[in-house]
């Protein structure tokens, strides 16, 4: 099984400020199967980046996605206040599909 | 548009059954690989079962496996999920969700319905 880490557990930020989460994997994923989902609460979870690093349709720009191998990262450039969040990673490649334990996003 | 809804939750006794189902439409339901992924009360994501989109291929967690069934009903495009020897810690909201990719069950979900909440509670 590929257990997904994520830091930090909770991220405390202003908006307009700049946030990076990042995910790391026990073992290589393949980065086609390596996705960010965004979750508010009361809300199913959001697809916001698929493939590591191509944004899902609607998803502003501000949010991007890089990394490989092991160490993936999902970058927000300037904070908005709906940006505050859990966010949460899933390798969907192997089975089980795994997701990291989650970041929660907060106002500072 | 995309429409997942979510049917079946409620509250039942542990070592009992339930059925779960997820009505789709605004997409070709038997072009995509389905899943089911849920949420403990407070807790993380944690993916349960996908059926590939001919509905040959299953796969399910370990916590799961051998209780949960997930069918696949392509003239109603419906998605099910069969649930027996429920057990306290399979309470969560469940959550369909739909590929992204046709034909790949291994890509991620782009479409989730609202969910329904499982109880397991004597």
């Known amino acids: 099984e590929i257990v997904l880490t994520q830091s930090p557990g909770t991220l405390s930020l202003s908006p307009g400020e700049r946030a990076t989460l990042s995910c790391r994997a026990s073992q290589s994923v393949d980065s086609r199967y390596l996705a960010w989902y965004q979750q508010k609460p009361g809300q199913a979870p959001r697809l916001l980046i698929y493939?590591?690093?191509s944004r899902a349709t609607g998803v502003p720009d501000r949010f991007s996605g890089s990394g490989s191998g092991t160490d993936f990262a999902l970058t927000i450039s300037r904070l908005e206040p709906e940006d505050f969040a859990v966010y949460y990673c899933?390798?969907?490649?192997?089975?089980?599909?795994?997701f990291g334990q989650g970041t929660k996003l907060e106002v500072k | 548009e995309v429409q997942l809804v979510e049917s079946g939750g409620g509250l039942v006794q542990p070592g009992g059954s339930l059925r779960l189902s997820c009505a789709a439409s605004g997409f070709t339901f038997n072009n995509y690989g389905m899943s089911w992924v849920r949420q403990a009360p407070g807790k993380g994501l944690e993916w349960v079962s996908t059926i590939n989109y001919s509905g040959e291929g299953r796969s399910y967690a370990d916590a799961v496996k051998g209780r949960f069934s997930i069918s696949r009903d392509d003239s109603k495009n419906t998605l099910n999920l069969q649930m027996s020897s429920l057990r306290a810690d399979d309470t969560a909201i469940y959550y369909c969700?739909?590929?992204?990719?046709?034909?790949?069950?291994?890509?991620?979900?782009?479409?989730w319905g609202q969910g329904t909440l499982v109880t397991v509670s004597a």
């Open positions: 899933q390798q969907s490649g192997g089975s089980p599909k795994t």
């Open positions: 493939g590591a690093s």
């Open positions: 969700a739909k590929t992204l990719l046709p034909r790949d069950s291994g890509s991620c979900n782009d479409y």
